[in-house]
């Protein structure tokens, strides 16, 4: 295991076990006037599978794994249940050289699951969150930076935690990722953190939901300031296919990135893939230019694959997708 302080990077959060199905028999029924697609099964019937995988997955692990690849130094922070999973969980991370030292496993507790149903390149997943008390870990090392993800619905008392213990470590940068559970609470519950918040990484819907912006089509600069105002220096916002966008508010500068024509297989992680490459690349010392394009690269890697690690690039892989990236006519440009 690294010393404490050798850590480049702590990732906080949730991971979980992904178990992915491909069905034979399906359909997608979609209503013209609001463009909302379901997928429809024969009720009552068994529907046969025809590509079933089982992978880690989870935004923190997503992270850990993504990072360590690239090159950081990483140590992750999980509270996980002492069962089956958990014992998997641990494993993989520690195969991919992440240090599990503050990974805690409470007994006669379960840890979570999900089923992802893979159809048509896209994917539909249904969560299991186990019952939860998040454990702050009493010794936790300063690293340099540290990212902070999902938790399950018993959050905040940890995030408490990690407040106070931010505030006695001001030089620590913190990349925050809000989860499901983290975006549907009320935003006093995640003010105090997005206040101290360094770096953000949100999709378009995420971002106007904790600006209450409304709309935003058109209007990403006013967008990348309203979520500024709320703590971030740095505002990183995806939005699919048309790319990314952020604000550096320390120089006033405003870029967007665009991806690579890639087609997808599955999407599973692509938005913690483009978040690990991005924040890599930051660590690394490299400009925000740079930093988004190691993330569009990194994601346009995982949706080549089922799961959401399978396809993290690793950091000798890096130059040749930038290569690629560019000879794409991929550019990050001012906007």
Not at 12 to 17: F, K, N, P, T
Not at 22 to 27: A, D, I, V
Not at 146 to 163: D, W
Not at 219 to 232: A, C, F, N, Q, V
Request: hydrophobic share 40%; net charge neutral.
């Amino acid at each position: 295991m690294p010393e404490m302080e050798n850590f480049d990077l702590l990732s906080i959060g949730d991971s979980a076990l992904d178990v992915f199905m491909t069905p034979t028999e399906s359909e997608t029924v979609c209503r013209i006037d609001t463009k909302e697609c379901l997928i429809a099964f024969s009720y009552g019937d068994k529907i046969p599978v025809k590509n079933l995988e089982f992978s880690i997955g989870g935004n923190a692990a997503n992270n850990a794994v993504g990072v360590r690849r690239l090159g950081v130094s990483t140590g992750i922070v999980l509270t996980l249940g002492a069962d089956n999973v958990g014992d998997m969980i641990v494993k993989r991370l520690k195969d991919e050289l992440v240090d599990v030292t503050y990974v805690i496993q409470q007994p006669s507790t379960s840890s979570n699951y999900s089923t992802i149903i893979n159809y048509s390149g896209e994917r539909t997943i249904f969560v299991y969150h186990a019952p939860r008390s998040y454990e702050f870990p009493v010794q936790l090392p300063v690293a340099p930076w540290v990212y902070l993800t999902s938790m399950g619905e018993s959050f905040r008392p940890f995030y408490i935690h990690l407040v106070d213990w931010k505030k006695r470590n001001p030089q620590i940068k913190l990349a925050f990722n809000p989860g499901s559970w983290q975006m549907r609470a009320n935003f006093d519950e995640i003010k105090d953190v997005m206040s101290l918040t360094y770096v953000i990484f949100v999709n378009r819907k995420e971002a106007e939901k904790l600006t209450g912006f409304g709309d935003s089509t058109k209007r990403e600069r006013d967008l990348l300031i309203s979520l500024s105002k709320l703590g971030p220096k740095i505002c990183v916002i995806t939005d699919g296919s048309k790319g990314s966008f952020a604000y550096d508010s320390i120089n006033g500068k405003f870029l967007s990135a665009g991806v690579l024509p890639v087609d997808a297989y599955e999407r599973t992680g692509a938005g913690d893939a483009f978040g690990s490459g991005t924040l890599s690349a930051l660590v690394h010392g490299k400009t925000l230019d740079e930093a988004l394009l190691w993330g569009t690269c990194n994601s346009a890697s995982v949706i080549g694959y089922t799961g959401s690690q399978r396809g993290l690039l690793k950091f000798e892989e890096m130059n040749a997708w930038l290569a690629r990236a560019k000879s794409s006519g991929v550019l990050v440009q001012p906007f």
